[in-house]
Antibody, heavy 118, light 110 residues
Framework: QVQLVESGGGVVQPGRSLRLSCAASGFTLSTHVMHWVRQAPGKGLEWVAVIWYDGTNTYYVDYVKGRFTISRDKFKNTLYLQMNSLRAEDTAVYFC???????????WGQGTLVTVSS | QTVVTQEPSFSVSPGGTVTLTCGLSSGSVSIGHYPSWYQQMPGQAPRTLMYNTNTRSSGVPDRFSGSILGNKAALTITGAQADDESEYYCMMYMGSGIWVFGGGAKLTVL
């Protein structure tokens, strides 16, 4: 079954770190462009980061640059989002998503909730 | 940074037609932004409806259609049904590895 399953969310204090995982099954993650998207409580979707096919190119939304790092492990078929120096405004459900046929997303995970609070 | 704009709410009668639009704070939407549309029910992950402006994702009913209208991307629902009541998001590829979502539009079917 082709799916993405996120994990690693939880409650973390401001300034601390957290690493999210997105396990892929039914397809090879390293042959796809992969994204992280987040949604703050009661708010809209926000694109966060992307990693290119070969893993050499990564891009981020401005407010996470320098704090978040997207990466993947081809042997574990898993995508990661390392989040450092977390802020209250990073509180959100984080979804991983696979790039579709064009510049879109064709497969989404169910999301994992990150709460940044003291 | 360019903002992707959506009207926040729409309503449509069952069986009616509604068009949701998606613009840019600066400039016009073109096919080169590869606009895509997503439906999100409460508490669920988004579902891809439309990509590359007007290509329906697998399993999406043909009452959904996409287009460019003037300087905006558009999602039209023809013959709206009760289960179309949802939040709809557009997304644009801005180039240079950057994607941006619109703020979302809540559709009420009543």
């Amino acid at each position: 079954q082709v799916q993405l399953v996120e994990s690693g969310g939880g409650v973390v204090q401001p300034g601390r770190s957290l690493r999210l995982s997105c396990a892929a099954s039914g397809f090879t993650l390293s042959t796809h462009v992969m994204h992280w998207v987040r949604q703050a409580p009661g708010k809209g979707l926000e694109w966060v980061a992307v990693i290119w096919y070969d893993g050499t190119n990564t891009y981020y939304v401005d407010y996470v640059k320098g704090r978040f790092t997207i990466s993947r492990d081809k042997f574990k078929n898993t995508l990661y989002l390392q989040m450092n120096s977390l802020r209250a405004e990073d509180t959100a459900v984080y979804f991983c998503a696979r790039r579709g046929p064009w510049w879109d997303f064709d497969l989404w995970g169910q999301g994992t909730l990150v709460t940044v609070s003291s | 940074q360019t903002v992707v704009t959506q009207e926040p709410s729409f309503s449509v009668s069952p069986g009616g037609t509604v068009t949701l639009t998606c613009g840019l704070s600066s400039g016009s939407v073109s096919i080169g932004h590869y606009p895509s549309w997503y439906q999100q029910m409460p508490g669920q992950a988004p579902r891809t409806l439309m990509y590359n402006t007007n290509t329906r994702s697998s399993g999406v009913p043909d009452r959904f259609s996409g287009s460019i209208l003037g300087n905006k991307a558009a999602l039209t629902i023809t013959g709206a049904q009760a289960d179309d009541e949802s939040e709809y998001y557009c997304m644009m590829y801005m180039g240079s590895g950057i994607w941006v979502f619109g703020g979302g539009a809540k559709l009420t079917v009543l």
